[in-house]
């Protein structure tokens, strides 16, 4: 070999290792940009992956959800206070009755007829008749009604109330009423009105004093009127509101009495829970009384509950 090929020979063996080193050098750079793209593309997949998994889940319902709302959408209705009514024809004492309607004590009679714990209604009729001399005359009317708590209608209570307003109303728009005026009833119930007025007929003036009363879920509406007929006198109405407020007061007591489990029986009056049988629809023979009584909202089911306090 030629000291020139010996040469040439050298030479290359002294490059190579400088090519490979830089071969060597570079390949760990593509090594790591490689490395660098891989976590990239699997960020942007998880990504992608945790982007679609939040749409779905937004799109979907946890489960027991709708069970939740569809109970909370169905509020439980609370237990009404009163479960019984008394019977209305028993409603009031002797010595009331002796008091309010002097001439007509075993006069009353059941004006409709009535469903067991849901309605009642009884009247009495006084004449003190004295011929040409005048007489005096007094009507006397309670109607009970009883509203249930259920789910269709609500609480008993706000029934009752619903039902206080639609009978006050009905007071104050009787025809023929004049001078009708309206004041609250305090200490009777829970809320309690009176709606006086004054009605002719025949030609003699009755004055009409009409109590509605709520106490608790149930409503009672007292009618009282009094007339001077044949020349007699006119009663005073202030009188006659005075009486018939006692009276819508003994009515409001009836009630808890039907409804006090530990209520000893009373001497006076019942408590019967039962109406009084064969209520049917009686006439006023001879009788001009103002008879407000409108029941807009009725219950026919009851649930037995008794009420043991106040």
Known sequence: MSEGTMQRAAESDQREPRVARTIRTRRPSRVLVGAAVVPAMLLAVGCSSDSGSDSASGDETPAGLNETATESATPEVVEAAYASLP?????FSEKTLKSVVPEGVKSGKSINAAEENVTGDCRWISLDNNGVDGSQYRWLSVSLHLLESNAANGPGEDRAAKAYET???????????????????TGTGDQATAVRYDLKKDGDTFKQQ????????????????????????????AALLKTATSAAKEAV????????????ASPSKSASKTPSSGATKASSSGGSGADVSSDSDSDSSTSGRKKTSR
């Not at 009978?167 to 025809?175: H, I, L, Q, R, S």
């Not at 709520?214 to 006198?233: H, Q, S």
């Open 87 to 91: 019977d209305a024809c028993e409603v």
């Open 167 to 185: 009978k006050v109303t009905a007071a104050k728009a009787v025809d023929g009423a004049k001078s009708v005026k309206t004041e609250p009833v």
């Open 210 to 237: 009409t109590i509605v009363v709520r106490t608790e879920n149930v409503v009672i509406t007292l009618d009282y009127n009094g007339a001077g007929l044949a020349g007699e006198k006119t009663p005073d109405a």
């Open 253 to 264: 007591e009836a009630v808890e009495e039907a409804n006090d489990t530990d209520a000893s």
